[in-house]
Each structure stands twice: as structure tokens, then as C-alpha cells.
């Protein structure tokens, strides 16, 4: 009887919480803990490996708990706007395919890709992380441009996070053949030797939280957690500890939570941990 009875409490407790979601998170945070064992402010761990897709430019693979991303560079030569005859183009996309999550359905990119990946185009541009113009080949003729794909292969939370953290990794990882642009004939040749990394200055890093009950705090919520927010809040920051932006998706924060500093006192703490990892690259 013991032997059979263990299996059965798993069985109730995982049917308690698929039809009470609200009260099995409120239980569990009547005791100081979160289901996944986390304290409130605690994140999951993070790893980070590079250089695994040998047909990209740059690539990498992170895994934030168990959500799980995976992205390439690919570089490619194209003409500049007219307006901006020295700048090249940074193209950051994520794809959310159905084998990540039930809730996404094959077809057409979903409302929640296409709104992670303006947003990730907005951190990448607001952080500097890499100027334009160092994708020049020749002015007003060549330029480079980098298409940064991220897929997330498993989803269980927060993927903005994970897929910024992938794409820093995969453009740091990233090394473009030498261009070398031949006036006389109007063409560039490429070495199939010499290739240079990027210049990057700055790195980005995403920290998001979500308000619970307008009275708990949560850092890197998980997928069960995500609906059950009624606010989040991302931070993002640099290497350095300098506050590049704060976004809050969901409704306002309640005046009695002084939510936004306690969120930038933890993003930075996070910030100086992640570091550690890609200083590892």
C-alpha cells in the first residue's frame, strides 16, 4: 500500500493543480517557496554553449531551467539604404514551432513571436551592442547583414530572457570572412580563411519578474507561473551595470509595492552573474 500510494498523491497534487492553478501557486507561496522549490527573487540556473552549428557564422545554445533556445548567425552581403550608405543590417527573429509548447500551433509566426522578436530587435539597438556601421564593406555599395535566428526548442517560461542571452552568446561567438571590396570591377571577394569577429561593444542582458496576487515578487517566471501574473516587468541592462530600459507588460503596478527598484537591485545582481558565463565564450 505504501509502494502504490506515492504514485496516487503525484496523481492528485498534478490535478489539483491543472484545475485550481491559482490556489496550488498560493499554497505553495503561504510557505515561503514557489513550486519549482525557487525562493521568490531566485532564478534558475543558466548554461551557455557556443560554436555547436558548424553551417552558421555564430551560434549558441541556452538553457534557462528548462527552457531551452538555440540560435544561429548567417551573414550575408547586400546594398545599404540610400539614407544610410555605412550602415549594415542586424535582423533578430525567434520562432516559437509547436514541438516547444502545446500552446503554439504550426502555421504562420504567432502573435507572441512576433512581439518577442520587435522587442528583442529594440534591446539589441538600444544597447549599442553592435553598431551598424561596423557592417560597412564599402560605402554606399556593400554591406554585411546578420540575420539572428533563435528557435526555442523547449519552452517552460520567460524565452525573452533566454533568447536575448542566446543571441549575445551567438553574435560573440560570431566570425565573418575577411571582405575585401575590388573597385575596378565593382564586386567583393571573401576569404575562405581569415575571419575576423565582430566589433561588439556592451552586452545586453534580460531580467524579467512577475507580480502575483499585487503582493509577491517572482524573478524568471516559469510557463505555470506566466498566466497567473497579473504584471511583469523586464530590466534590461549592460555589462556594466547601467539600466539600458524597464518594460512592464499587464496591469499597473499597485502604489504600496515599490516594485521597479526592487527589480533593478536584483537585475543587476543578475546581470554580474550571467557575466560570468559569457566572459566564458
Same mark, same amino acid.
Given at each position: 500500500?505504501?509502494?502504490? $500510494?506515492?504514485?496516487?498523491?503525484e496523481?492528485?497534487?498534478? %490535478? ?12 505553495f507561496l503561504? =510557505?515561503?517557496?514557489?513550486p519549482?522549490?525557487? &525562493? ?6 543558466? $548554461? ?5 552549428? /558548424?553551417t552558421?557564422d ?14 544561429g ?9 540610400? &539614407?544610410?550608405?555605412?550602415d ?6 525567434? &520562432?516559437?514551432?509547436? @514541438?516547444? $509548447?502545446?500552446?503554439?500551433? #504550426?502555421? #504562420? ?7 518577442? /522578436? ?9 544597447s549599442g ?21 533563435? !528557435? ?5 517560461g520567460?524565452?525573452?530572457d533566454? !533568447?536575448?542571452?542566446? *543571441? ?14 575590388? =573597385?575596378? !570591377? ?11 569577429p565582430? /566589433? ?5 542582458l534580460? $531580467?524579467?519578474?512577475g507580480?502575483?496576487?499585487s ?10 507561473e ?7 516587468v !523586464?530590466?534590461?541592462? &549592460? ?5 539600458? /530600459?524597464?518594460?512592464q @507588460? ?14 533593478? %537591485? ?8 550571467? *557575466?560570468?558565463?559569457? @566572459?566564458?565564450?
Amino acid at each position: 500500500m505504501a509502494a502504490t $500510494s506515492v504514485p496516487s498523491e503525484e496523481i492528485r497534487a498534478a %490535478t489539483f493543480q491543472r484545475l485550481y492553478p491559482k490556489t496550488y501557486l498560493e499554497r505553495f507561496l503561504q =510557505e515561503n517557496v514557489r513550486p519549482d522549490g525557487r &525562493d521568490f527573487l531566485e532564478f534558475r540556473d543558466c $548554461s551557455i554553449n557556443v560554436g555547436s552549428i /558548424s553551417t552558421a557564422d555564430g551560434s549558441s545554445l541556452v538553457r534557462l531551467g528548462d527552457t531551452t533556445v538555440v540560435c544561429g548567425v548567417k551573414a550575408e552581403i547586400a546594398e545599404p539604404d540610400l &539614407d544610410a550608405p555605412e550602415d549594415g543590417f542586424l535582423v533578430p527573429n525567434l &520562432d516559437l514551432p509547436p @514541438l516547444c $509548447s502545446p500552446k503554439y500551433k #504550426p502555421g #504562420p509566426p504567432s502573435d507572441d513571436a512576433q512581439v518577442i /522578436s520587435s522587442r528583442l530587435n529594440e534591446a539589441l539597438i538600444l544597447s549599442g551592442m553592435l553598431p551598424t556601421k561596423s557592417l560597412c564593406i564599402q560605402p554606399g555599395k556593400f554591406v554585411w547583414v546578420l540575420y539572428v535566428d533563435a !528557435t526555442c526548442i523547449n519552452y517552460n517560461g520567460n524565452v525573452f530572457d533566454a !533568447t536575448l542571452l542566446a *543571441m549575445v552568446a551567438a553574435l560573440k561567438n560570431a566570425r565573418l570572412p575577411k571582405a575585401v571590396y575590388h =573597385e575596378e !570591377t565593382n564586386h567583393v571577394t571573401c576569404s575562405r580563411k581569415l575571419r575576423e569577429p565582430l /566589433s561588439l561593444s556592451g552586452t545586453p542582458l534580460a $531580467s524579467t519578474f512577475g507580480v502575483f496576487d499585487s503582493s509577491h515578487l517572482l524573478a524568471d517566471p516559469t510557463a505555470f507561473e506566466e498566466p497567473l501574473l497579473e504584471t511583469t516587468v !523586464t530590466i534590461i541592462t &549592460d555589462n556594466g551595470g547601467r539600466l539600458l /530600459s524597464t518594460s512592464q @507588460l499587464g496591469q499597473y503596478l499597485p502604489p504600496e509595492m515599490d516594485v521597479l527598484s526592487e527589480c533593478i %537591485t536584483n537585475a543587476k545582481s543578475r546581470t554580474t552573474e550571467i *557575466m560570468k558565463h559569457i @566572459l566564458a565564450i
